[in-house]
Antibody
Framework: QVQLKESGPGLVKPSETLSLTCTVS??????????WTWIRQPPGKTLEWIGN???????NYNSSLKSRVSISVDTSKNQFSLRLSSVTAADTATYFC???????????WGQGILVTVSS | IQMTQSPSSLSASVGDRVTITCRAS??????LNWYQHKPGQAPRLLIY???VLQTGVPSRFRGSGSGTDFTLTISSLQPEDFATYYC?????????FGQGTRVDI
């Protein structure tokens, strides 16, 4: 059973960088068919796909965030991470990490972590 | 690709048949998935590739459709089914979700 768990600060100041880590157990971030994905959900809104990392470091990003987002992988710790720079209140959301099987469907998700952007 | 779900919310009783529809702004073939989400929990994959039940999902859940129009049906609503349901397309990047359908008692 694959399990994912998000970690990181729950409060970030405007203009700073949001940094989150997803720790994977029961699966490997080195897998060639899994795409390790970040998704967010602002309060009262729907889910938004942020991007993914695959094949030990290749990435895809949502063009709406591309200039501010970076996703990386640490195979030694079986983790992948999200960095979102220059945050504003609009980046306040619950952030989820998930496994995308072969870019077809998101079969395992973390519980999510609420990140609030506020001074 | 824009995904439009309807209704945005509905009220139903245990035992009711519930139908949720999802329309894609362009043809997505069979690249359509459904998720269930309860507050404070991880979203759960219910159905992938239009109609394939994820392991462990009860058979009262059924997915159908093709092209641009898709449906999630719960044949007999159970107490544990009260949640928000999302469709998602995996045909084109960025992956996009419907706005959600909240199923209330």
């Amino acid at each position: 059973q694959v399990q994912l768990k998000e970690s990181g600060p729950g409060l970030v100041k405007p203009s700073e960088t949001l940094s989150l880590t997803c720790t994977v157990s029961g699966g490997s971030v080195s897998s060639s068919i899994d795409y390790w994905t970040w998704i967010r959900q602002p309060p009262g809104k729907t889910l938004e796909w942020i991007g993914n990392v695959f094949d030990r470091g290749s990435t895809n990003y949502n063009s709406s965030l591309k200039s501010r987002v970076s996703i990386s992988v640490d195979t030694s710790k079986n983790q992948f991470s999200l960095r979102l720079s220059s945050v504003t209140a609009a980046d306040t959301a619950t952030y989820f990490c998930a496994r995308d099987w072969s870019e077809r469907y998101l079969d395992y998700w973390g519980q999510g972590i609420l990140v609030t952007v506020s001074s | 690709i824009q995904m439009t779900q309807s209704p945005s919310s509905l009220s139903a009783s245990v035992g009711d048949r519930v139908t949720i529809t999802c329309r894609a702004s362009q043809k997505i073939y069979n690249y359509l998935n459904w998720y269930q989400h309860k507050p404070g929990q991880a979203p759960r994959l219910l159905i992938y590739t239009v109609s394939v039940l994820q392991t462990g999902v009860p058979s009262r859940f059924r997915g159908s459709g093709s092209g641009t129009d898709f449906t999630l049906t719960i044949s007999s609503l159970q107490p544990e089914d009260f949640a928000t349901y999302y469709c998602q397309q995996s045909h084109t990047a960025p992956r996009t979700f419907g706005q959600g359908t909240r199923v209330d008692i």
